[in-house]
């Protein structure tokens, strides 16, 4: 059977850097489904399908689409409810 | 080895040149790539690789970077140990038909959350199934090229003794390298005089070759999806924190 | 378009009369999933058709195979440029399921264990264009591809033909599935390359 068939949330660096200036397999992401808080590099990334879906390692349910054309990409978040990204740190003036 | 700053721009695609190859088994190879702008990246940490065919077609697979840069006299040179997937697309051409001084595209350093850095003190388990093997490898190199005594076991498990990857280097390095342990467990074959028998990872090789998680190791675990799976739910079986224990899980895709 | 690699051609990509622009040919059969493999038991299995009224026409595994068996042999075309020629499939067919529900629907949403979806125009899963399928080859339908059973839309893209099908859903409204609301065209025709919002 291919239930093991996904792959891990660091794979997901590549395809997003194509959109994003930051590493956001290393932000912490929030499950809108289940609650739980963890790594977007510990999504399970189902790769073999017209698109890659993340899916929350708890609950399994959909976390992150992506949907690459040759000239366009479509980005669903709607599974994660926030993305807490690593920032440099800024100085208060 | 080149420093590692953050990535802060979108990724593009480099143009790297193959400069040397190195057969590792019967059924993969070492790429080593010149890329003459590459800005350093971090041991665990992998690129992605594009081909393209002259009607446009193209192709791209994910391989871990296999040590730390290194500089060669057309600038920094990194490798990849690419392992040939049966009736895949990209790892027969890199393996047969790809050439010294042939242009190839790379986009990396990609993924910051399964790497070691060497400023780490926790003692490390590394877990390989195999051609996951790569980015531990990296690890391994990197320790020594740091200078860290942070102690490190590597538990790798291959079909055959034919199929270890990096053979020689890690049984000098298991020689020469303080601290470094490395186990095997055979699935198919086991070597002459190995006691027991060839048998897929199980409780006792993990917990005769690893750490006690009250040490609180860092796992680092990679290979074949059903591999890692198997793994990792006995390193969290064993106690070790969840948090603890990093995966990186490759598909069938060549 | 990248630096040409030299001597890399990819996988075949012959241009074939029998294939729609963009689709090469495969022999073997590609399992494409978005998530998990669920796993029905034939005896909890059902399959539903619920009206826009909210009327639903439900069949267990025993009464679904006492239905009329057709076995089409349909080409397949799948978004991500594969296509497989001659397949043989055993199912029933949905002018069977839809005789006899009454409605003024004009689409469908397709649903499925596990979560996916996809919609289609009702006219499509009409006159011979629709089964649900539960043998491929002569065997029964391996959960890889969709068993216990399948849709089999085979004129549209493959990602129509939803795996693991539980039931349909007619709707007045069109009601985009899992990749229609994520780029992929709404109605997926492979002749005219839909393959993407605004193709």
Wanted: charged share 20%; aromatic share 8%; proline share 10%.
């Amino acid at each position: 059977m291919t239930e093991l068939s996904y792959l891990d949330g660091n794979m997901l660096d590549g395809p997003l850097r194509e959109l994003f200036a930051v590493d956001l397999s290393t932000a912490t992401g929030r499950c809108d489904h289940c609650g739980t808080v963890g790594p977007m590099a510990g999504l399970q990334v189902y790769a073999h399908a017209p698109g890659l879906v993340g899916r929350c390692p708890t609950c399994v349910e959909v976390m992150l689409r992506l949907v690459r054309a040759p000239d366009r990409a479509w980005l669903d978040l709607r599974g994660t409810t926030f993305l807490q990204v690593p920032m440099p740190v800024q100085t208060p003036r | 080895m080149v420093a590692q700053t953050p990535a802060r721009a979108p990724a593009r695609w480099r143009v790297g040149r193959l400069v040397e190859r190195r057969v590792e088994t019967p059924n993969a190879q070492t790429l080593v790539l010149e890329l003459p702008d590459w800005p350093g990246h971090l041991p665990g940490q992998h690129v992605d690789v594009r081909l393209t065919a002259p009607d446009g077609y193209q192709a791209a697979r994910s391989y871990s970077v296999a040590g730390p840069a290194v500089d060669g006299p057309g600038g920094p040179r990194i490798e990849l140990t690419v392992q040939r997937v049966p009736d895949g697309e990209v790892s027969p051409y890199l393996i047969d038909v790809y050439r010294e001084g042939d242009p190839v595209e790379v986009r990396g350093p990609l993924g910051g959350w399964f790497v070691w850095r060497p400023q780490e003190t926790a003692p490390v388990l590394l877990v390989a199934g195999g051609s996951g093997v790569v980015p531990l490898m990296a690890m391994i190199r990197a320790r020594r090229a740091a200078g860290s005594r942070v102690p490190f076991r590597l538990l790798y498990s291959v079909r055959t003794p034919a199929d270890v990857i990096y053979a020689d280097e890690l049984r000098r390095r298991a020689r020469d390298d303080l601290g470094l342990d490395v186990a095997y467990v055979y699935t198919r074959e086991a070597p002459d005089g190995w006691r027991g028998e060839p048998h897929r990872i199980g409780l006792a090789d993990v917990n005769n070759h690893g750490w006690p998680p009250d040490l609180e190791p860092l796992c680092y675990v990679c290979g074949p999806t059903g591999f890692v799976e198997t793994a990792a739910d006995l390193l969290v079986g064993l106690g070790h924190q969840t948090r603890r224990v990093k995966t990186e899980r490759f598909g069938p895709t060549g | 378009m990248g630096i040409v690699s030299p001597g890399f051609q990819g996988r075949p990509r012959t241009a074939e009369p029998a294939l729609p622009p963009g689709q090469y040919l495969t022999e073997d059969f590609p399992v494409l999933s978005a998530g998990p493999t669920p796993r029905v038991p034939l005896d909890t299995w059902e399959f539903v058709i619920a009206t826009e009224t909210g009327t639903e026409f439900r069949w267990t595994w025993d009464e679904l195979m006492a239905l009329p068996q057709e076995t089409p042999t349909v080409d397949i075309h799948c978004v991500t440029h594969w296509s497989k020629l001659g397949t043989s499939w055993r199912g029933v067919s949905l002018d069977t399921l839809l005789e006899g529900v009454d409605t003024a629907a004009d689409y469908a949403q397709a649903h499925s264990y596990g979560g996916y979806t996809t919609n289609l125009p009702l006219d499509d899963l009409r006159d011979g264009q629709a089964w649900v399928v539960h043998t491929y080859d002569g065997e029964p339908l391996p959960g890889e591809h969709g068993g216990p059973a399948r849709l089999l839309v085979p004129h549209l893209y493959f990602w129509k033909s939803a795996k693991w099908v539980r039931g349909v859903r007619l709707t007045v409204e069109d009601e985009p599935g899992f990749w229609e609301t994520a780029g992929y065209h709404d109605y997926g025709d492979p002749w005219r390359e839909q393959r993407y919002q605004g193709d």
